[in-house]
T-cell receptor, first 110, second 115 residues
Framework: DAKTTQPNSMESNEEEPVHLPCNHSTISGTDYIHWYRQLPSQGPEYVIHGLTSNVNNRMASLAIAEDRKSSTLILHRATLRDAAVYYCILAEYNNNDMRFGAGTRLTVKP | DAGVTQSPTHLIKTRGQQVTLRCSPKSGHDTVSWYQQALGQGPQFIFQYYEEEERQRGNFPDRFSGHQFPNYSSELNVNALLLGDSALYLC??????????????FGPGTRLTVL
């Protein structure tokens, strides 16, 4: 299974951008890069996913390196509600076997 | 739409007992996956059900089994409970392949404590 590496924790100030990195040097050509987050006492929720091109949605942006061996989740203006554990996951399209790692715990300071 | 619902919310069992957890998928979803999340760790994939059959399975022993009903709801059964089975059990559902969406929707989980 392709694996991802993320920092254990990161801190951000409220209303500032946050860049959450993920390394996936063993990514295969058919792997999509998925990001989920888990707020305290809740199940994970989908954030964004992409294959090769950068992606934007209402929650975040995903920047994917040209060689696809790393990616960065960008929260443009962090709020206190964005404090969560963020997971970077590799999976083939429509492969619902999501292999979660330990994720990055994001703390947002007021 | 109530989203993914799970029952019960919390459960306490003793070693050796059996437990059944239940999940109702989001409306319109036909695939259900189960995950185990130990404290401080990410969710670990147990198995996935589609068309009432187990389609994929993670690295879990046969003590973990499941079922999917014609209405797409699902059950997770764990036999001969061990202390190490104490965890949050998450259910996730996803839409039919034809909808070309790649998003899983998770329920709030069932917290199982084994004493």
């Amino acid at each position: 299974d392709a694996k991802t590496t993320q920092p254990n924790s990161m801190e951000s100030n409220e209303e500032e951008p946050v860049h959450l990195p993920c390394n996936h040097s063993t990514i295969s050509g058919t792997d999509y890069i998925h990001w989920y987050r888990q707020l305290p006492s809740q199940g994970p929720e989908y954030v964004i996913h992409g294959l090769t091109s950068n992606v934007n949605n209402r929650m975040a942006s995903l920047a994917i390196a040209e060689d696809r061996k790393s990616s960065t989740l960008i929260l443009h203006r962090a709020t206190l509600r964005d404090a969560a554990v963020y997971y970077c996951i590799l999976a083939e399209y429509n492969n619902n076997d999501m292999r979660f790692g330990a994720g990055t715990r994001l703390t947002v300071k007021p | 739409d109530a989203g993914v619902t799970q029952s019960p919310t919390h459960l306490i069992k003793t070693r050796g007992q059996q437990v059944t957890l239940r999940c109702s998928p989001k409306s319109g979803h036909d695939t259900v996956s189960w995950y185990q999340q130990a404290l401080g760790q990410g969710p670990q994939f147990i198995f996935q059900y589609y068309e009432e059959e187990e389609r994929q399975r993670g690295n879990f022993p046969d003590r973990f089994s499941g079922h999917q009903f014609p209405n797409y709801s699902s059950e997770l059964n764990v036999n001969a409970l061990l202390l190490g089975d104490s965890a949050l059990y998450l259910c996730a559902s996803s839409a039919p392949l034809a909808e070309m969406t790649n998003e899983q929707f998770f329920g709030p989980g069932t917290r199982l404590t084994v004493l």
